[in-house]
């Protein structure tokens, strides 16, 4: 896992709590039903990255909306597989684009050749 950036675990529970504004059992429950991991240290304390901090806050936000945790864990499965299948799409036009302007700029070139008439 990348150790650097928002992906970097560096807040005890405690502080994670505060900072999203749940309380600490309720992280424990959310990392229970799979929708939250942090990462453990050699002591097995838990570390949360500011990517585990922006999922508590998804998980808060669509709690809040009147999903339950089984539905938010969907929701968030159906949002991940959304962001990779629009990355791969994304891939896909620019290869397509790529590949796409070479043969336009041959076949101009090549009716400029042509002789008219």
Known sequence: MDT???HRA???ISIA???TGVHPQTLRVYERKGLIAPARTGGMSRRYSEVDLD???RVQELTSQGLTLAGVAMV???EEELR???RQCDEL???RRST???PIAESQSASDEKPSG
């Open 4 to 6: 650097t950036g928002k």
């Open 100 to 102: 796409a302007l070479v």
């Open 10 to 12: 560096v807040y005890i």
């Open 93 to 95: 036009t620019k290869e």
């Open 76 to 78: 968030m499965r159906l």
């Open 55 to 57: 999922r508590i806050r």
């Open 17 to 19: 709590a505060e900072l």
């Open 84 to 86: 990779i299948v629009r």
